[in-house]
């Protein structure tokens, strides 16, 4: 069993960064690939980022290229996505989410879900 906390969201204006922290219970979250999707209300749950068990491969939603960067340190069972140059349209409850073998792109494939928190990005 694997249990994912998310922390790190807030309210920041446009063009400022924040850094969303996952922490982990359960050893086997090391093999684990991570995803972190967003929600904002009355949307669907879009992929953002996600990244593979070693952490050596590393996946992006186009709308975040070149601004977000996924990270993860085994020793701290923590997976990290930090935000630079945010946009009012980045606000949304972030997930991170873990599981064996996922399609990294679709929320569906993956087993273990954290609470969310909250992104709020003002203009």
């Known amino acids: 069993q694997v249990q994912l906390v998310e922390s790190g969201g807030g309210l920041v204006q446009a063009g400022a960064s924040l850094r969303l922290s996952c922490a982990a219970s359960?050893?086997?979250?090391?093999?684990?690939?991570v995803g972190w999707f967003r929600q904002a209300p009355g949307k669907e749950r879009d992929f953002v980022a996600a990244v593979s068990w070693s952490g050596s491969a590393t996946y992006y939603a186009d709308s975040v290229k070149g601004r977000f960067t996924i990270s993860r340190d085994n020793a701290k069972n923590t997976v990290y996505l930090q935000m630079n140059s945010l946009k009012p349209e980045d606000t949304a409850v972030y997930y991170c989410?873990?599981?064996?073998?996922?399609?990294?792109?679709?929320?569906?494939?993956?087993?273990?879900w954290g609470q969310g928190t909250q992104v709020t990005v003002s203009s």
């Open positions: 989410a873990g599981s064996p073998t996922p399609i990294y792109y679709t929320a569906r494939s993956y087993e273990y």
């Open positions: 359960g050893r086997t979250f090391r093999s684990y690939a």
